[in-house]
């Protein structure tokens, strides 16, 4: 087993998935979500509209789908949450990816945090100027 990469033996070939790689691309997920999160709480939005609207048609009976609609939406909202970050993992991703092509794979945590640093700052100021506002 080579150092710092995963080999998994649950395909008949060979996947590694380096570290590094892994905490690049979560870095730059974070550094994208918090850098747009307008676009985050949209695609958040979206999501639980269509879990609400997808649910719908597992209930047969008008009367049970109306007394369990507050648990369902918490739940909706709950899970829209957490799926909302695959999009941005997605495109983190792609953003380490070129940077270790570009840089090397030496820089892709590096300038990660660096961007995760600076979309929270922008984060902090925007929700400050909103409330200002």
């Not at 995963?6 to 790689?21: K, N």
């Amino acid at each position: 087993m080579l150092l710092g990469i995963f080999p998994f033996d649950l395909f008949p070939f060979s996947v590694a998935i380096s570290p590094t790689a892994v905490a690049g691309t979560a870095l730059w997920a974070l550094a994208l979500y918090l850098g747009f999160s307008p676009v985050s709480d949209w695609v958040m939005v979206q999501l639980n509209r269509w879990f609400n609207f997808a649910e719908q048609f597992l209930y047969t009976s008008e009367a049970e789908y109306e007394r369990t609609r507050q648990g369902r939406e918490s739940q909706n909202a709950f899970l829209a949450s957490l799926v909302s970050i695959v999009p941005f993992l997605g495109v983190g991703g792609l953003c380490n990816y070129g940077v270790d092509v570009s840089l090397g794979p030496s820089w892709g945590i590096s300038t990660g945090m660096i961007a995760g640093i600076c979309g929270g700052i922008y984060e902090l100021g925007r929700r400050n100027s909103q409330d200002s506002a």
